[in-house]
């Protein structure tokens, strides 16, 4: 089989293996396809700080069972499948507690362990989801970054009725933004720069648009929300600049959740933060049962996923899919990697 590895940042080189062998509760998967993400970026640029060299990307993914071991009930050969990345210890204290999604020794697939980048790849059965019938694996390959959206929100503590403000339009920022809709938000808005990632926003059916860079944000909160502007403030891009915007424009006492990466340290304006009495929430990937949230919301449609795939490459031009989204970054938003198309 083939396998693709990044040996240094800008570098991948493709390897013939041997097809990994099975055991009793394990399931071989033909990984169909990869869905590149900003994490993904970081490490093709030497910019995570969590990632070593070689690395096999990938996880993001949706695959197709071509064999199962004998103790496998829950999936059969031929179900579409996909599963969350983490590698976890089970016996840390958050593990314990049930917080595995943060465990002490949290090794993530495709950063800190091999990614899915290659034709087949073993896991044990009580990783998978299997999907539901008429699942594509385009929309398969979008579960991981819609369980990050639900459990944003989730730690957000988001309840029908209240007004969400998002800052950010990338794939993260639009899911979030889709997942308040569909779980009862009264008003989104959803801000960037890029005008393409608003038009995206506006395809996916979030109404209310502002590009920051033209557009005065707090009166134009306040015109949409009103007096009270938003009840909760989710950032989706990672930087210094986005997270102050949200701690001035945010009401008393109500909540920011933090989940864009950040490559550099932000200096941030925590006096206001103590002074308004704000609440500042992390949210790092998500449990298994935003994984089911997120593949019930895109099996339903409430999650709009057509216009957030911007195109796809052959396994074999990985580098070329990281040229053009270098090439094309203003207009791009999802590139998948396609193994069923290996060389072509």
Known sequence: MLR??????????????????????????????????????????GAHPYTTYPVIQGHEFSGEVVKTGEGVTSVQVGDLVTAPPQLVCGACFHCRQGQYHICENLKVMGFQAPGVAQEFVVFPESALLKLPHGFTPELGALVEPAAVAVHALRRAALSPGMHI???????????????????????????????????IARACGIEHTINVRREPL??????????????????????????????????????IVIVGVYGEIPKVDLGLVQDHELHLVG??????????????????????????????????????????????????????????????
């Open 283 to 344: 949210s790092l990937m998500y449990q298994r049962q935003d994984y089911a949230e997120a593949i019930g919301g895109l099996a339903s449609g409430a999650i709009r996923s057509a216009p957030l795939v911007s195109c796809s490459f052959p396994f074999r031009q990985f580098p070329d899919a990281y040229r053009f989204i270098e090439a094309n970054r203003a207009q791009v938003m999802k590139v998948m990697i396609d193994l069923d198309r290996i060389d072509r």
């Open 4 to 45: 693709a590895i990044m040996t240094q940042p800008g570098e991948i080189r493709f390897e013939n293996v041997p097809v990994p062998s099975i055991g009793e509760r394990d399931v071989l998967v033909r990984i169909r396809r990869i869905g590149i993400c900003g994490s993904d970026i970081h490490v093709y640029y």
């Open 218 to 255: 707090e009166d134009d909160i306040e015109r949409i929300f009103g007096p009270q502007r938003a009840d909760l403030i989710i950032e989706c891009v990672g930087s210094e600049e986005t997270t102050n915007q949200a701690i001035r424009c945010a009401r008393k006492g109500s909540t």
């Open 165 to 199: 403000l998002v800052l950010g339009a990338g794939p993260i920022g639009n899911l979030v933004a889709q997942v308040a809709r569909w779980r009862g938000a009264a008003g989104v808005i959803i801000t960037d720069i890029n005008d393409h990632r608003l038009e």
